[in-house]
């Protein structure tokens, strides 16, 4: 037990010495030399930033790395001039594809009733023969192919293929307007475009090919649009330049792909900022990078190994799918699932997992605070023996969310909240699998990362202290860099602007007293009323807890030469806020956090809006409800909602 003020608090889950002992990052401290009988997980995470290029040597050698790293472990100390094995020559798609023969190395299922399979052998062969095509075409290292594509075998398939080859991937789901696909994919010229005909989400499906068409007619630097059915149905679609996949395919050879060897810091594929102030940025990672960073969360944090089963619930326009799709490093076999998480029914997903037997288990915070609000009992319900880890990840998980999980879906069960971004590709807090579990916090800094809260002079804070969340030291899943950036301006300003050689990750962050940490939302979102700081998710907590409010948003408004703290609640169908209501919102937020957390103003709304990924965009409500004019619209996934706050009449009331 620990204690937060003058609170105890009990762990909700301690792993068994069973579990403990046989985990991964157990075994991982005897390879390098550590017994975990006599050290901790911080000694372990103490050595692996101190030593940090031994770790990450130590990470290669302990996944069996195909290739060679070299001799070199690095070029330069600190900042983002580091390199990391500046000797290496392998290639990503290779490690990806290690295993072969007749077990299953992708199971899909799709809203609309499709059910797939792919073996280890067929992967292979499907990524050969797309290869194959992908030469004929005359694609070469570092060109670029996209895809818009639901979560399903043929997005995997491409970017094998392309990684196979060292061409730079990258992708949007097919949910995007027409707007956001170009601002993303028009900034890096691509030469493929590989493209779905239409996607399902909520029973309905939706026809995309128009939307297609606009898109490959204003990317000029295209090739060739090769068309993916999305089921049975036949493509009825006239685009230049354009082919179906299965005639793209028709006059290769059944044979595996090749393996062109590359430098560890090859670009490998590009993510994007969500883009809600203003043009996503176009993020290039590096394929040594998230190589090395993916089989650390994998293996160690996760403590995946060969023949399990990973399945996260992610779109291809969210960097959990690149993360997802990283577990064929670690020989795992992969669950995709492409459709809303409560169609046909609530428990959709929690049926896949009874089905399909998972032992990582990985959706949003989002989802785990809907089905909680479903009044979900997975326990009740269904079996989910499989199930060893459940992760969380995309905004902080309330202390409520780990109360349902333990409640409600498996009390013997590692919680494993996660925290990174798109700019990483992966983690800076993270689960760890031998540790004790409490409510509300992420567990620990991930290994190789030197974590750390800074108050605004750079001074790092204690337990109890909140702050902006850094990372002191180089780490290999840095960006290579940002695209058409050329004088690497936009990069630095990005995340080194703030504090020089640090990264600054602009979250707000507290460590507690076990060294897990408590995140409370995004800085540049915190609330500043009278000149206090307070992080969003300290109200969101608070608000999580009232039956009656599914979900909420709070920004601060600009008030009287101050500004005060304005809460939005989306409330249960056909309910409405009253005064008691009101009342109860504000006393639970004041006896939960403390009275300067409570919001001057409580409003209705019929829509919350979100990111694609489901993030609440504070900086877009706020410019809204400031008269500005909000930026790439395109990044939220329901921008209409946005007008709800436009004018609120309780905005204007003194």
């Known amino acids: 037990m620990h204690t937060l003020g003058d609170i105890v608090t009990h762990p909700l889950w301690i792993p068994s010495s069973t579990r403990r002992e046989g985990s991964n990052l157990w075994n991982f401290a005897e390879f390098v030399g550590l017994s975990r009988e006599n050290n901790s997980y911080r000694d372990l995470h103490r050595w692996s930033v101190q030593d940090q290029f031994s770790f990450w040597r130590a990470v290669w050698d302990f996944a069996s790395g195909i290739g060679d790293l070299g001799k070199t472990n690095h070029i330069g100390e600190s900042g983002p001039g580091v390199r990391f094995f500046p000797d290496a020559k392998f290639n990503l798609a290779e490690n990806y594809m290690r295993r072969s023969g007749d077990d299953i190395a992708i199971t899909y299922r799709g809203e609309n009733v499709v059910e797939r399979s792919l073996t280890f052998d067929e992967l292979r062969v499907a990524v050969g023969r797309v290869q194959q095509a992908l030469k004929f075409e005359g694609i070469q290292s570092g060109?670029?192919?996209?895809?818009?594509?639901?979560?399903?075998?043929?997005?995997?398939?491409?970017?094998?293929?392309?990684?196979?080859?060292?061409?730079?991937y990258s992708s949007t789901s097919p949910d995007f307007g027409s707007a956001g696909v170009l601002?993303?994919?028009?900034?890096?010229?691509?030469?493929?475009?590989?493209a779905t005909d239409s996607y399902s989400y909520?029973?309905?499906r939706h026809d995309i090919t128009g939307k297609v068409t606009q898109i490959a007619d204003e990317l000029p630097s295209l090739r060739r649009v090769v068309l993916v059915s999305y089921g049975d149905a036949a493509i009825d679609c006239e685009i230049p330049s354009s082919i179906l996949l299965e005639d793209w395919i028709a006059n290769t050879e059944e044979r595996e792909p090749e393996f062109v060897q590359l430098g560890f810091d090859h670009p490998i594929y590009v993510l994007y900022s969500s883009g809600t102030t203003g043009k996503p940025k176009c993020i290039v990672h590096k394929a040594g990078g998230v190589l090395l960073k993916h089989w650390s969360e994998h293996l160690l944090h996760c403590d995946l190994r060969s023949g399990d089963r990973l399945m996260y619930f992610t779109t291809t326009g969210w960097m959990m799918w690149n993360w997802l799709v990283g577990g064929l490093a670690s020989a795992v076999s992969l669950v995709l699932y492409d459709g809303s998480p409560f169609f046909p029914e609530p428990s959709r997903l929690f049926d896949l997992a009874d089905e399909l037997e998972p032992q990582l288990f990985g959706v949003s915070a989002k989802f785990i605070e809907a089905a909680m609000k479903e009044g979900l009992r997975p326990r009740d319900t269904h079996d989910l023996s499989s199930v060893e880890t459940i992760a969380s990840t995309g905004s902080p998980l309330a202390p409520e969310g780990f109360d349902w999980v333990y409640d409600a879906v498996k009390p013997d069960v590692h919680l494993a909240s996660f925290s990174g971004g798109t700019d990483i590709c992966g983690c800076f807090v993270i689960g760890d699998p031998t540790s004790p579990v409490f409510r509300g916090e992420i567990q620990a800094p991930a290994l190789g990362m030197d974590v750390a809260v800074f108050d605004d002079l750079g001074n790092r804070l204690l337990a109890g202290s909140q702050g902006e969340l850094v990372c002191c030291n180089s780490f290999p899943s840095m960006p290579l860099e940002f695209w058409d950036d050329p004088d690497g301006a936009k990069y630095h300003n990005a995340y080194f602007d703030r504090f020089p050689g640090v990264w600054h990750h602009g979250d707000y962050a507290e460590w507690t007293s076990e060294g897990g940490m408590i995140i409370s939302g995004r800085s540049d979102a915190t609330l500043n009323p009278g000149g206090i700081r307070i992080g969003t998710a300290e109200i969101y907590r608070q608000v999580d807890v009232i039956d009656e409010v599914l979900e909420s948003i709070v920004v601060g408004q600009q008030w009287q030469s101050d500004t005060r703290v304005v809460l939005f609640v989306r409330l249960r169908d056909g309910l409405a806020l009253d005064d008691d209501l009101t009342q109860r919102i504000r006393n639970q937020i004041r006896e939960g956090a403390s009275p300067r957390h409570v919001p001057a103003v409580v409003a209705q709304v019929p829509l919350i809006p979100r990111t694609r990924s489901g993030k609440l965009?504070?900086?877009?409500?706020?410019?809204?409800?400031?008269?500005?004019?909000?930026?790439?619209?395109?990044?939220?996934?329901?921008?209409?909602?946005?007008?709800?706050?436009?004018?609120?009449?309780?905005?204007?009331?003194?």
Request: glycine share 8%; no cysteine.
């Open 617 to 654: 965009v504070e900086l877009a409500v706020r410019d809204s409800i400031h008269g500005r004019e909000v930026k790439n619209v395109e990044a939220i996934d329901n921008p209409d909602a946005l007008e709800h706050f436009r004018n609120h009449p309780k905005l204007t009331d003194k």
């Open 183 to 194: 601002d993303r994919f028009g900034q890096i010229e691509p030469k493929i475009l590989v």
């Open 202 to 204: 909520g029973g309905v």
């Open 143 to 168: 060109d670029r192919i996209v895809t818009l594509l639901p979560n399903g075998p043929e997005a995997v398939i491409f970017f094998l293929a392309a990684a196979s080859l060292g061409a730079i």
